[in-house]
Each structure stands twice: as structure tokens, then as C-alpha cells.
């Protein structure tokens, strides 16, 4: 019978791996080679969930369906996670991506099926990820769309996410993990959420939304960086007192060193930050950091980096693709806001970046279970995910390549 099911599911995929070639009237057709390099890719990786999903007989697990690709495992198998994990709005935020640049509907539909299974995450106060599920996926359907169920599941998400603040330490709490390592522990990449936060003030017009969020990213630019401004992964605060406990690394190779995701992650959140806010402290943030990650001895002449810029075996260290991509997409952003001079010189590394990414990192076509990059690595320390493809480089990966579309047509 699973054997029938199967073979009735290959052939609806592909149909519809043959249908979304053919455009959608409305639609317009890719023609930059990439762009249609990652549909392919995109395509194939709908195909592999659902694959998977036919062919295994438990992967639901406590009622959440393990549905959404992040990783492929040692064995080279894909990996799916449930909608409570971090990354489970990347995939979906790469399916708006496509339907956001060729109006497909097929990417719309697609997009829709991986978006609509994470609203239980909007009371979810056990994370710190919401900007990263909800914004990429249910941020970017309702941008396109305009679906106000999207727009209240968002604003739901971002009072979610608030319950997190502590006023005293003006943060939002990252991990609840390790509570026997970290009172309170705030982590670089949480910059990233308050992209949430800036779209609930504006949608609602309640001002407490962006107070969080400017303080969280002033707090952050106090505490987490070193004066060569590169940035420490993890600050752990007294929660009574708000003062700074210890300063650690959890995915990075030492507390003292520069773990290069953590860095990208910093560059790409105040630049969005000054975005949302204009005010120039965070611009000259961004640019520190810019500064910082271009300038480094240990960075490979192709700019994609090792997985930390104090890797003790560089060269021979595996490279972070992710880290590429999340900076490639930065720069692209960072060049609209700063003088002629510095705008040529992040175009630059940005266009170098991308092209590196696309020649050298790309999977090959029909390989790496429909994955769009390999190369990423998601905690050496933890012996997982190395030099594998990683959701999140791929969208990261499809933002950078559509703003750099725009930067070129300017
Ligand atoms: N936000 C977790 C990571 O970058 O691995």
C-alpha cells in the first residue's frame, strides 16, 4: 500500500516539478541563471520531504510534524525538524523569496504549505528564534499577500517574544538551556529577532515594540563587543542586578574568539537595525563590524570564511557558507546607507562574495537533496553540522542574490 502511495506521490511531484516550469499567467519567467539554478534546486527539495515523509512511518513526534529541511545528516539523508526549531522558517522564507520575484503561484502555494504549520509557534514564549520562524515565513506571505490572518499571527509573535525582556538587564533572554552554566544569556544572533519587534511598532503603532528592540540592540553593542569589534557569541547577565556575569562562546571555537556566523550576524543585525531606526550609533556599528570581518588576516582570499576566524588548524578548517551568505546579504543592505567611497568597497565584497558563492559552493544540479549551497558548519564544537548544506545559507543565499539584482539595476 506505502508502495502505492509512493508511487502516486512521485508522479504528482513530477507534475508539478514539470508544471512549475511552465509559468503561471502573471508570472514572469527567471532568466537570471541563478535565480533559476535555486528553483530547480527548490523543487527538488519539495520533493525530497516529500520523499521522506511517504516512506517513513513515525515522523511525527509529540504532534508536531517534522516537515521543514534544515540540514542533510552524515549519511548524507535529509534531516527535518518540527516547527518549534529555529530553522524552520528558512525553507518557507526561500519559497516567498521565489514567489516575490517571479509571481509565480506555484512558489505561493508551495510557500504557503511550509508557512501556514508554524502558527503555533506565536505562543511559544520558550524562544528567543520568533523573528527567525515568523518573519521569513508568515512576515514575508503577508508583505505578498496582505492576508490579515498572517498580520495577526505576527502580531501575536512579537508579544510572544516580549515576554522575554528584562527590563533591569534591557534584553531579551536567548537560551533556556544551560541553566546551570547561564543566569540570563543573551547571544549575538538575537539581533536578528528584533526585526519582529521594528514591524510590530510600526503595524500597531504601540511604541513598546521598538523600545525593546533599541534597547536590546544598545545593550547588546555595550556588552558584546571586543575593542577590535569583533564580537563575543554569548553574554550572561545577573538577572537582578543586570550586570554583566560572564562572556562565553557556545558554537565558536574559544570565548575569545571570533566565531564567524556570530559576526555576520552582527553585521546584517545593526545594519537592519539602523534601517528601522536611522539612527547613525547603529550605521557605525554595522560598519565597525563590516570592517572587522573584510579587513581579517585569517579570511580566505574567496571571502567565504572558516567557521571561526580563530580556527586553530586554518587552512585546514571547514568553511562556513552560512556566515558568507548572512554577510554577502548584509553588505548588499549596508551599501544603500554610507558615503560613495565605502559603498564601492562593500559592493565589492558583496558581488565577490556572491560570485564565489555561486561558482564554487553551489551543490551540483540534482545533488545535495535539492539543498541550493553545501559547505555550511553549525556547531563544530558539538560535532554537528560540518560541511553540509544548511537551510539558511540557501536563504540567505536567495536575499543577497535578489538585493544584489536590485543594487545592479540602480
Ligand atoms: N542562531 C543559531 C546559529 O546561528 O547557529
Excluded at 298 to 310: A, G, R, S
Excluded at 381 to 386: D, F, K, L, V
Aim: charged residues 20%; hydrophobic residues 35%.
Amino acid at each position: 500500500m506505502k508502495r502505492m502511495i509512493n508511487i502516486a506521490l512521485l508522479s504528482v511531484s513530477v507534475l508539478l516539478f514539470t508544471a512549475c516550469f511552465q509559468t503561471t499567467p502573471g508570472s514572469k519567467k527567471p532568466d537570471d541563471p541563478n535565480l533559476v539554478r535555486a528553483g530547480e534546486q527548490l523543487n527538488l527539495l519539495i520533493q525530497s520531504i516529500d520523499n521522506k515523509l511517504n516512506t517513513e512511518d513515525e515522523p511525527e513526534k509529540g504532534g508536531d510534524l517534522s516537515m521543514f529541511p534544515r540540514s542533510l545528516n552524515m549519511g548524507g539523508q535529509l534531516k527535518l525538524v518540527p516547527s518549534k526549531d529555529w530553522c524552520s522558517g528558512f525553507f518557507a522564507g526561500c519559497l516567498w523569496e521565489m514567489y516575490g520575484s517571479t509571481g509565480d503561484k506555484h512558489w505561493r502555494e508551495s510557500a504557503i504549505r511550509f508557512t501556514e504549520p508554524l502558527e503555533d509557534q506565536k505562543l511559544n514564549g520558550k524562544t528567543h528564534d520568533m523573528g527567525f520562524k515568523m518573519m521569513n515565513t508568515f512576515g514575508k506571505g503577508y508583505e505578498l499577500t496582505g492576508d490579515k490572518n498572517y498580520r495577526d499571527i505576527l502580531v501575536q509573535s512579537a508579544k510572544t517574544l516580549i515576554t522575554r525582556y528584562n527590563e533591569k538587564i534591557g534584553c531579551i533572554r536567548s537560551w533556556d538551556h544551560n541553566q546551570d552554566k547561564w543566569q540570563f544569556p543573551v547571544i549575538i544572533d538575537n539581533m536578528m529577532n528584533l526585526e519582529l519587534l521594528f514591524w510590530a511598532s510600526k503595524e500597531t503603532g504601540d511604541s513598546v515594540y521598538y523600545n525593546i528592540a533599541v534597547t536590546h540592540a544598545l545593550t547588546t553593542m555595550k556588552n558584546h563587543f571586543r575593542s577590535d569589534n569583533s564580537c563575543y557569541h554569548v553574554v550572561d547577565y545577573d538577572a537582578a542586578t543586570g550586570a554583566v556575569v560572564k562572556k562565553n562562546t557556545h558554537q565558536g571555537f574559544s570565548d575569545e574568539s571570533a566565531w564567524s556566523r556570530g559576526q555576520a550576524w552582527a553585521l546584517y543585525g545593526y545594519t537592519m537595525v539602523y534601517r528601522e531606526t536611522k539612527n547613525p550609533v547603529f550605521l557605525t556599528q554595522a560598519e565597525k563590524v563590516a570592517q572587522y570581518i573584510l579587513a581579517q588576516p585569517n579570511m580566505p582570499v574567496d571571502l567565504v570564511p572558516y567557521w571561526d576566524f580563530d580556527a586553530p588548524e586554518i587552512p585546514n578548517e571547514p568553511r562556513d557558507v552560512s556566515a558568507a551568505a548572512i554577510a554577502t546579504s548584509a553588505l548588499y543592505e549596508l551599501s544603500l546607507f554610507v558615503s560613495d567611497s565605502l559603498r564601492t568597497g562593500y559592493l565589492k565584497a558583496a558581488d565577490q562574495m556572491f560570485k564565489n558563492l555561486s561558482t564554487s559552493y553551489l551543490s551540483a544540479p540534482g545533488a545535495n537533496n535539492g539543498f541550493i549551497l553545501g559547505h555550511s558548519t553549525g556547531s563544530k564544537p558539538h560535532n554537528s553540522e560540518i560541511d553540509v548544506p544548511i537551510i539558511y545559507a540557501d536563504y540567505y543565499y536567495l536575499e543577497a542574490l535578489l538585493r544584489k539584482m536590485k543594487s545592479d539595476r540602480m
